[in-house]
């Protein structure tokens, strides 16, 4: 028990980073064995985190709708989500287009070859992908990991609960406490964290090797300083404009920070950023509940916005392309547009990028480049998204008297057990 209250001492976060600096290091001296032999305990973290998002979705809109219902608009408060979606990816646009012209990643880097497992994207049209948030069996979708289809039947059943009042007040009181249950077993799995970021981290740097970055190690350092940048910058800019601390909020979204970067998955890091936000920073658990899974899907900063804009201006400087003025445009509004239209869309990173240089004239091939390099890519891409998907219900809160102030300047990091004590309870 001794071994067990000292663990739960140390602060949530710095566990993580303790597993993810032996992780590294453990990968280092390894090298390839350290994938086989730590990337099983990665793999089971990722699978249990799987496992419990879809449910903790599904009881927690249901929940959600049915309590915000007489309360705040649904409507209103989607419609305002939605903007702010919007609004910041046309910045993080905005901050890929003016860091990719500053550093020139494309210009120097000698011949390139295609990666050997790349294999081109199919981009959908949009009518099959605005048709797809209907599940056609709402148990399939659960099964496949489908959060907008998920979404979509919770809202629904919601609903249905709103207008059928009394009569299933149980059914309602139900879905609260399933929802409840779900956070419960969300904090149960999160205290696994610090040992799956090991295991994933080990075997990325084991199996992966340094050599791959070497040749477009400067397109590397070029979209970590972009993303860096609108993090820091932007998100910390709006953060002032609404009258909040961004170091509070740092703090508090650190945990599901941590998890996205390591995983490289919204959707592998949902549960971590919805108990981030709501119990780190205050946000009403309610709307949180249809926000963050909704920005888990749609909300892409890092891998719809920021990279398809650099991709397109290094694919332009490494073919010694000059692009237009109108091309420019065309760059910010594909991506901007297309985050929203390849949602829930496999492989967003790279269907982005196709959709970006299709629209902007660019040859289509050439993102195999970068394709050997996208899983280093895709850890502060993943960040990024992850990151937004946080902020904006936290502003949303903020402009509707939906964020609890005084949690938000507690601003925990802890999203696991609460304490030692805790801890000790749970196990009693």
Request: hydrophobic share 55%.
């Amino acid at each position: 028990m001794t071994l067990v209250s000292a663990w739960f001492k140390i602060p949530f976060w710095q566990r993580v980073l303790g597993g993810f600096v032996l992780g590294a290091l453990a990968g280092w001296l390894m090298g390839p064995a350290a994938e086989t032999w730590f990337g099983p305990l990665g793999k089971l973290y990722v699978t249990l985190i799987k496992m419990i998002a879809v449910p903790l979705v599904l009881f927690a809109v249901i929940n959600a709708v049915a309590s915000l219902h007489g309360q705040k608009s649904v409507a209103a408060l989607g419609g305002r989500t939605f903007a702010w979606f919007a609004f910041t990816a046309v910045l993080a646009v905005g901050v890929g287009l003016t860091v990719a012209h500053l550093v020139a990643p494309g210009e120097g880097v000698g011949t390139l070859q295609i990666a050997g497992d790349y294999k081109p994207k199919e981009v959908p049209p949009a009518i099959d992908v605005l048709l797809g948030v209907v599940p056609s069996n709402p148990f399939q979708a659960m099964a496949e990991g489908k959060v907008l289809q998920v979404i979509f039947f919770a809202g629904l059943i919601g609903f249905a609960l709103v207008k059928l009042g009394d009569r299933v007040a149980g059914l309602r009181k139900l879905a609260g406490e399933a929802s409840d249950t779900m956070i419960q077993i969300t904090r149960f799995v999160l205290e696994f964290t610090p040992l799956g970021t090991f295991g994933l981290i080990a075997a990325l740097i084991g199996g992966y090797g340094f050599e791959k970055l070497l040749p477009l190690g400067k397109f590397v350092i070029a979209l970590y300083l972009a993303c860096g940048l609108h993090i820091a910058v932007v998100y910390s800019a709006l953060l002032l404009a609404h009258g909040l601390n961004p170091l509070k909020f740092f703090r508090g979204a650190f945990p599901g920070m941590q998890v996205a970067f390591v995983a490289s998955s919204s959707f592998a890091a949902l549960p971590v950023s919805l108990r981030s936000v709501t119990h780190n920073l205050g946000v009403d658990k309610n709307y949180a509940a249809f926000a963050v899974p909704l920005g888990a899907t749609i909300k892409m900063d890092g891998c719809g916005a920021i990279y398809p804009a650099m991709a397109a201006v290094f694919i332009a400087q490494y073919a010694d392309l000059d692009l237009s003025l109108s091309q420019y445009l065309v760059i910010m509004l594909a991506s901007v547009l297309g985050s929203f239209g390849t949602a829930g869309v496999p492989g967003t990173a790279v269907v982005m990028a196709t959709v970006v240089l299709s629209a902007a004239g660019l040859p289509l091939e050439t993102i195999g480049y970068l394709y050997a390099i996208d899983r280093v890519l895709d850890m502060m891409r993943t960040m990024t998204n992850v990151t937004g998907q946080m902020l904006v219900p936290v502003l949303v809160a903020k402009e509707t008297g939906l964020l609890d102030r005084a949690v938000y300047e507690a601003a925990s990091t802890n999203v696991g057990l609460e304490s030692a004590e805790a801890a000790g309870k749970d196990s009693a």
